[in-house]
């Protein structure tokens, strides 16, 4: 079992929907949740970061972090054909070693127009 | 402003080259990161780099991965006696902060394919 696991979809959905994507992890010792946006051919951008549980709102994105369970989330709200990407999250623990990104495999999202 | 830059974008190699992966990283960052990502998977963290010194190699796959970064800013990814299962994007990263996960900038990779 990897240490972080997300559904690589596809998702389809149509403009304006709500999209959610989401990943369970199984280091308890995780403590940095982040998601990264990946065009085709293009490196991942940082979109959202949180520490520890809790919600945190960037304009049309929010993400969740339930310690508890081990489960982030990711929420699009009126989704945009722009936001057709591959979205991973990514997770770091606290101390040693904690610049050390350990990704999901990513969910490859279309919003059609 | 100029973000991460790796060069070649692109490169073919038959089995058993060596290639020689560049990455030009945000000037004034001190930490740089190579990452490997596959074919549909998430990037996998390689070796990191703070200044000039490899502080972890923990990542790199065998003995014929070597990465440098000699004067604190560019920094190669060599890969010896290439084979199929190195065929990958292999991604740069840096930061401005020291050992940290946050804000790591990523360049826009070299796909490696492996003949």
């Known amino acids: 079992q990897k240490e972080v696991e997300q559904d690589p979809g596809p998702l389809s959905v149509p403009e304006g929907a709500i999209v959610s994507l989401n990943c369970t992890y199984s280091?308890?010792?995780?403590?940095?949740f982040m998601w990264y946006r990946q065009y085709s051919r293009k490196g991942p951008e940082l979109l959202m970061y949180?520490?520890?549980?809790g919600n945190k709102e960037d304009g049309r994105f929010t993400a969740q972090v339930d310690k508890s369970s081990k489960y982030i989330s990711l929420f699009i709200r009126d989704s945009q054909p722009s936001d057709s990407a591959t979205y991973l999250c990514a997770m770091s623990s606290s101390g040693a070693g904690s610049y050390q990104l350990t990704f999901g495999k990513g969910t490859k999202l279309s919003v059609i127009p | 402003g100029a973000g991460v830059s790796q060069s070649p974008r692109y490169k073919v190699a038959k089995r058993g080259q060596d290639v020689a992966l560049r990455c030009d990283p945000i000037?004034?960052?001190?930490?740089l990161f190579w990452y490997q990502q596959a074919l549909g998977q998430g990037p996998e963290f390689l070796t990191y780099f703070q200044n000039e010194a490899q502080l972890d190699k923990s990542g790199l796959p065998s003995d014929r991965f070597f990465a440098e970064r000699p004067e604190g800013s560019v920094s190669t990814l060599k890969i010896q006696r290439t084979q199929q299962e190195d065929s990958a994007v292999y991604l740069c990263?840096?930061?401005?902060?020291?050992?940290?996960?946050?804000?790591?900038?990523f360049g826009p990779g070299t796909r490696l394919t492996v003949t």
């Open positions: 990263a840096s930061s401005i902060l020291e050992q940290s996960s946050y804000e790591q900038y």
């Open positions: 000037s004034g960052h001190v930490s």
């Open positions: 280091n308890s010792a995780f403590q940095y």
């Open positions: 949180t520490y520890s549980s």
